[in-house]
């Protein structure tokens, strides 16, 4: 057991799930599973002031959805349960208080009013921004700074306060990152930390140390943007007792602005015209939906595929990993360092590729959905085959409706215009004689409408290709779609013949 290997994802569940998000959930899984190890979800729901009903339901279901399932979480417990944190309020005081204990922490009784005085009174061309530190925690209302007495009585009246980390001065505290190597820090930059908040949660500081301890972690993956603070988690890990136990780190790369000017945010996706978060998200509070991965025709296994090449790479040229290779070669080592452009089209190709690798019946069950929401369909089989016909024309599942919709429905609009052009007596004589004969033609299949068609288009002594761009903006709509004969066997007799006439009619 304690060989184990033991990884987390421990979000916070604030909103929609970021793509850098799932790719950290990928990474633990990834190591998790290559090791023999535990994948494990931890909600950090610490802070209630940033509670989102239904974020924490969207977090598992996007991990569902992306084939990543934690064996120990909230929903399936485990161990070392409850795997919430808000369950486990009662766990953290006794650490916060055993730092206090040993002179590492403090009680800081400010309020709101005196920690903004102390910010406006020190703020200066020079510090734009006055931290409680060394420098300023001797001037404020906590147990450093008043007598024993004073802090025993202020405790007694039940005033509210909070605990601190007293931040050694001058110190240089260091850990390798399994990414990048050894990083240090001097701990004089970095304020005094609230550990425990006056509502006694804890807060993001205290909780991943005392969690990473109780839960026997032993690698922890979390991105970039972490690692300022891991100066004080480490100082945490130690003032415990606990350095020995500490998790080895690694902090990922950033996902770039395609351009790769600074952190993708997800209103990047909506001003670049591509989704940020795993799935659809609709915030509880304006009610406003914000697109996702899923539900704009990604398949899970290629936005998995995506976002594991997205920052790293094995070495060799591939790109099209399997889960199975994905666990076989993933190596946290050759993470790279610096930030990650994220491409959409090259997102688009991974689907594409998917999409190709789909047998038709599993394709026809995906794209099911995205069909019915405008038509019904009749038939299992006839939708197999539709999907089979025009998947490589298909980039994302949302495509079937747009490649395919002239299967189920005649097309809303017809491009009139594109026939009309080159429209003359010939042509308008051409569909007028062929229409009879295709209602009589003995057997519906493409060979023998094609047939027909070579034979009338013979008999008039036109062109072939003067009239087969024609049929097929009337059939299709426009000038796209797969071989215009295949289509008219697949709508069938009745809506080919149809189709054509009303056409022709508005000519
Ligand atoms: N709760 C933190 C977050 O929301 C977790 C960071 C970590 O993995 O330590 O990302």
Sequence with gaps: MANEVRVRFAPSPTGGLHLGGVRTVLYNYLFARQHGGKFILRVEDTDQNRFVAGAEQYIVDCLKWCGLEPDESPEKGGPFAPYRQSERKHLYYQYAQQLVDKGHAYYAFDTQDELEDMRSRLKNDDNHNPQYDYSTRMHMKNSLALSREETVALLNKNTPYVIRIKMPQNETVKFTDMIRGEISFDTTITDDKV????????????????????????????????????????????????????????????????????????????????????????DPKTGETIAGFRELGFLPEAFVNLLAVLGWNDGSEQEIYSMEELIQHFSISRVHKGGAKFDYEKAKWFNHQYIQQKNNEELAHLARPYIETYAEIHEPQYLVDVVGMIKDRCTLLSDFWAQGHFFFIAPASTDIAAIKEKWNDAKKQFFASWIPKLNSLPDWTHASIEASFNEEVQLQNIKKGEVMLPLRIMLVGGKYGPGVFEIAAMIGREETVQRISDTVAKL
């Excluded at 603070?229 to 770039?256: F, N, R, T």
């Design 195 to 282: 550990l425990l908040k006056a509502d006694g949660m804890p807060t993001y500081h205290l909780a991943v140390v005392v969690d990473d301890y109780l839960m026997q972690i032993t690698h922890a993956f979390r991105g970039e943007e972490w690692l300022p603070s891991a100066s004080v988690h480490l100082l945490l890990w130690e003032y415990l007792g606990w350095k020995d136990s500490m998790p080895q780190w690694a902090h990922l790369p950033l996902i770039l602005k395609p351009d790769g000017h600074g952190k993708l945010s997800k209103r990047d996706g909506d001003r670049l015209g591509f989704p940020v978060f795993a799935m659809n998200w609709k």
